[in-house]
């Protein structure tokens, strides 16, 4: 492999980490803010500061969303011929269906905008780089 071949991977990988983390971070910030009732920069301060559980938490969850969303990578890459828009649909219906759902609000608002993400991600792949099968749409 190239090192300038390297450097675009690690960019990438970066990348879709730090995208995750948006995730993760928006969805814990919704749910502390609504728990404590408190401001942003109050739900800030209990995320870091006040509990290192909760700021372990945290980083669990950004390591469960970062790797869901590799291996939704990696499957739709894969089945790439198959799958189409049809993979788009399913994980928009997830999304929507996950928020009637009745469970806990933070992996409810996580796993809504991690079936979001990842369904632009898909819709990147399919038609902003063409890599549109001759059986899609």
Partial sequence: MTPGKKDKMTLYMLRN???????????????????????FLEAIQRLFLVNIYTTLYFLLLWLLDYMIFEISKIIFDTYENILTYKFILVLCLIAIILFFVPMLDLFQWNFIFLCLFIALRQVKQLYIHKKRP???L
Avoid: D, P, Q, R
């Fill in 17 to 39: 980490a730090l995208s995750t983390l948006v995730i993760a971070f928006v969805s814990f910030m919704i749910s502390l803010i609504s728990y404590y009732e408190c401001s």
């Fill in 134 to 136: 001759s059986n899609g």
